[in-house]
């Protein structure tokens, strides 16, 4: 980004790539702004420095074309707030229509609607995203240039993501250069001890990355609903709990490093619902038609006493079912003793960067709070991230 601001970007179209993907409640408003708090610093300095700006970026997953209720306007005006200057959001339709004519003046901010409402964006094929990603060019005129900045989405061979990246001089902005810095830092020379706390509700989702992590940590805390496959993997019966049965063999060989940590005691309840019965029970006597929804005090207790002697600490997926108070204390705890503790912190972004928020945790108690999910979790893996891979080439 400085280098691209130092080169002299005053009245020269700039497309950014952002990840604005924020959860929506059900009357379209934004309930975690965090995305795109950490999206404008790039967007201001380039803003500031003269660019015509141009985000580009998604929301959710539209099905085979435009979904009024997928479109980015909320972000729009957010993003305007927080830039203390409106953000036009410019339909496709329109910026289509009016290639390399969008009407900018130096400084301004747009947005074009959901770039995925095209579905040439995800598409496999390399032509129709190089195809979509021409378009994009063009309305970079003779001297555009490419911003990526949206560290959540770079895990995605997409045409704003990676195409345009081809096509035009292309740079890593703020926020990309910032999460990779704290994820090197993660995969090359962590202090040690080490301890990595996962969660979230699928274990087959998490495989690869404990995989992965399992020889450079120290500890590895397993709540969530992907902990009960790791019970029964130990012989435990786990009720009408969350159960991948296809992943046991998986954890059982994964539970023979030593490393990982289960919960001891478990909350339980009869129905999925804030308004279920509800009991603490040792994590090896779940009973039938029980389903456990978050860990138990005890666990939280073993858990906060681990991370109280670490040095570094990478956090991925809550606890439990946060979002229903009576499932909320599990991932409560455990955040809080991350804040406590004197570690090197990075929050692994989604659901659990979501949870530090709404659970009104101190975002400043964390050394790092990532805005990428997947993302995260694949640079971790060790995989190759297509958005990043481009802009080493
Ligand atoms: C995310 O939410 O992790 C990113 O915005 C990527 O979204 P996707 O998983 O739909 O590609």
Not at 282 to 289: Q, S, V
Not at 318 to 346: C, H, K, N, W, Y
């Amino acid at each position: 980004l400085d280098d691209l601001i130092d080169e002299g970007v005053e009245g020269r179209p700039v497309l950014v790539r952002s990840d604005l993907n924020v959860p929506l409640d059900d009357a379209g408003e934004i309930t975690d702004d965090g995305r795109i708090r950490a999206s404008v610093h790039t967007i201001s300095e380039l803003s500031g420095a003269g660019a015509q700006v141009i985000i580009v970026a998604h929301l959710g997953r539209p099905k085979g074309g435009p979904d009024p209720a997928l479109s980015l306007a909320p972000a729009a005006s957010r993003l305007g707030e927080l830039l203390g200057a409106p953000v036009r959001l410019i339909s496709q339709k329109h910026w289509d229509a009016g290639r390399g004519d969008l009407g900018m003046a130096a400084g301004d901010v747009v947005m074009l609607e959901n770039i995925r409402f095209d579905p040439r964006e995800t598409s496999k094929n390399d032509d129709d995203r190089a195809a979509l990603a021409d378009e994009l060019v063009a309305l970079t005129g003779d001297d555009g240039a490419f911003v990526s900045d949206g560290f959540g989405v770079v895990h995605r061979k997409q045409a704003s993501v990676y195409d345009v990246a081809q096509d035009l001089p292309a740079y890593a902005g703020g926020l990309v250069l910032s999460e990779v810095g704290v994820l090197r830092a993660l995969t090359e020379a962590p202090k040690r001890p080490y301890v990595v706390v996962l969660g979230g509700s699928k274990v087959s989702d998490k495989l690869a990355v404990i995989e992965a992590l399992l020889p450079k940590v120290d500890a590895l805390l397993v709540g969530g609903g992907m902990c009960f496959t790791f019970l029964a993997a130990q012989g435990y019966g786990v009720g009408d709990s969350l159960l991948e049965r296809e992943q046991i063999g998986s954890c059982r060989t994964l539970l023979e490093s030593g490393k990982i940590v289960l919960p001891t005691d478990v909350v339980v309840a009869d129905d999925f619902s804030a308004e279920a019965n509800t009991r603490t029970v040792a994590a090896d006597a779940i009973p039938d038609g029980w389903k456990g929804l978050d860990i138990g005090p005890e666990s939280v207790a073993a858990f906060a006493e681990v991370l109280s002697g670490a040095a570094t600490v990478f956090w991925n997926g809550p606890m439990g079912v946060f979002e229903l108070a009576p499932f909320a204390e599990g991932t409560r705890g455990v955040a809080q003793a991350i804040v406590d503790s004197s570690a090197f912190s990075v929050v692994g972004g989604g659901d659990s960067a979501a949870a530090v928020r709404a659970l009104g945790l101190p975002e400043d108690g964390f050394s790092h709070i990532s805005t990428g999910g997947g993302a995260s979790l694949e640079y971790l893996e060790g995989k190759t991230l297509p958005g990043i891979a481009v802009l080493e080439q």
